[in-house]
């Protein structure tokens, strides 16, 4: 049988055709490293965990950025380094699986000082990753980064001898995602003067002694924070103003907080000031402090702050806020002035374990807190207080370092508050585990109050549910309580004027 030539054609161009289609899938199914990756091991890294690999993975950051930029890989094993720098473009990636090993050695890490004028610019100096003065940089992967931190005791007087495990100073476009921190030996990282940051997904896990903050973002703007877990040995998130700029338009959202110190800090370091601050949907539990703490003492404006649903349990002072004057001057400038402390919104805070610290809200004779309002705020606390402990005269501690602990047991359980002017107390709840003596509410030199709503728990032996001292114009009104106490209302001093209750 003959057969056609136009068939036997047609037969070989299919043959072709599966040919080529068969080379072309395995052409394409080759793997290839994508453009912009830099392996650290193509550069000599060991990943053993045991030789010092500090030099082939800066090598690696160098020649990705030389290249114009990309992600540094660290992947399947431990990578032992000292002090890196990040540069402008690159991304510091590290995969699920692999480990950055802070080295033990103190020689590995050389002093950095960065060029900005800051509070603390001759004392900290030593770093596992820095950058400065770069843009578009980022660190990045499901992997681990530790400090080592428990190979670096804390000494009195020594301050180079623990490093952080990163500072960004004045950088900018600053990404740092999804990674786990470990054991940091000082601050865990410090965003110095950046310009738009972004850190989210994160995991923090150092709690291990104290001076281990997780993240201080310092006189930084556009800073988003969102989404970590964090465990700290000190502060968990902390705002500071250590140079004269402000660190303004910061957000930090749906984060889980634990510390031996204070969850979401203002402060201490004031000098710059704070602006447009947001906190919302956080939970904080097991902490030493405070859950809130709102804090100026070192001169600086605080202006624009609002904080929203957040859940505690077993904080010992869920709300501190202070107004002080400890003036700590920046090295190579002026001392500052007088700081303040206005527009402060706080609502829709439940909190239990609260112990006999109790929330205060606090300025210094002649410098009140200004247009605060804390809504829709429930407490409960563990009780315990005495009639003696409703009796303590609290001193005025103005050039004090300001934490939730540092005026001691307070004369009310649930709110002291001093040095105020249109202070709003509305819809808050408070109550007790074991009977407490104490009044509900002190308010001692506030002017302009507002109290709507306020529900208490009471017991007969205590000596009023409110207590006034030379508050001038006050309105309460809508109180509830299961109970009535002897006194509702005690009024001391001798300026207490324009005083209304109704709507009992």
């Not at 091991?41 to 690999?53: H, I, P, W, Y």
């Not at 703007?221 to 877990?229: L, T």
């Not at 819809?427 to 002017?447: M, T």
Request: charged share 25%; hydrophobic share 35%.
């Amino acid at each position: 049988m003959r057969t056609s030539p136009i068939r036997t054609i047609l037969a070989m161009s299919l043959c072709l055709g599966v040919a080529a289609s068969c080379l072309t899938s395995r052409v394409f199914a080759e793997p290839s490293v994508p453009p912009g990756h830099f392996d650290v091991r193509n550069f000599g890294a060991a990943g053993d965990g045991v030789t010092l690999d500090t030099k082939a993975i800066q090598k690696a950051i160098d020649t990705c950025a030389e290249a114009g930029g990309g992600k540094v890989c660290l992947q399947g094993g431990t990578f032992l380094s000292g002090t890196l720098r990040l540069k402008s473009n690159v991304t510091l990636h590290v995969e699920a699986g692999a480990t950055l090993l802070g080295s033990t050695n103190i020689e590995d890490y050389p002093d950095i000082t960065p060029e900005i004028i800051y509070l603390y610019r001759a004392r900290f100096t030593k770093y596992l990753i820095y950058a400065e003065h770069a843009e578009n940089i980022g660190l990045s992967g499901r992997g681990v980064i530790s400090g080592q931190g428990t190979h670096f005791p804390a000494q009195p007087g020594d301050d180079k001898g623990r490093p952080y495990i990163l500072r960004f100073s004045e950088c900018s476009n600053v990404r740092v995602e999804n990674l786990t921190f470990l054991d940091s030996a000082r601050w865990l990282s410090h965003y110095l003067a950046c310009d738009n940051v972004t850190i989210s997904g994160i995991t923090i896990r150092a709690k291990i002694r104290e001076n281990r903050d997780g993240i201080d973002v310092d006189s930084c703007q556009d800073v988003r924070i969102s989404d970590c877990r964090i465990d700290t040995g000190d502060d968990v998130i902390v705002l500071k103003a250590t140079t004269d700029r402000p660190c303004r338009r910061v957000t930090i959202t749906n984060c889980v907080l634990s510390s031996m110190a204070s969850a979401v800090k203002m402060g201490t370091e004031s000098n710059g000031g704070f602006e447009d601050i947001a906190v919302t949907n956080c939970v904080i539990h097991d902490t030493g402090y405070s859950g809130i703490a709102v804090e100026m003492v070192d001169g600086g404006e605080l202006n624009r702050v609002t904080i929203s649903n957040i859940t505690m349990r077993d904080v010992k002072a869920p709300i501190f806020i202070r107004l002080g004057n400890r003036a700590r001057p920046i090295p190579e400038l002026p001392p500052p002035g007088m700081g303040s402390l206005r527009n402060v919104i706080i609502s829709d805070v439940q909190a239990t374990g609260a112990d006999t610290m109790g929330c205060s809200i606090t300025g210094i004779p002649g410098f009140p807190v200004e247009n605060v309002t804390l809504d829709n705020i429930r407490i409960e606390s563990t009780g315990g207080g005495t009639l003696e402990d409703a009796q303590r005269e609290i001193p005025e501690k103005i050039e004090a370092y300001p934490s939730g602990k540092m005026f001691g047991t307070l004369p009310a359980y649930g709110f002291f508050c001093r040095h105020a002017t249109n202070l709003r107390l509305h819809n808050i709840d408070l109550s007790f585990e074991e009977e407490d003596q104490r009044p509900a509410i002190i308010c001692d030199d506030v002017q302009d109050l507002d109290i709507f709503g306020l529900r208490t728990e009471v017991v007969p032996a205590a000596a009023s549910v409110l207590r006034f001292r030379n508050v001038q114009g006050a309105l309460i009104h809508g109180y509830r309580s299961a109970l009535d106490p002897k006194d509702f209302l005690k009024l001391e001093g001798d300026t207490c004027r324009d005083i209304e209750v109704r709507d009992r």
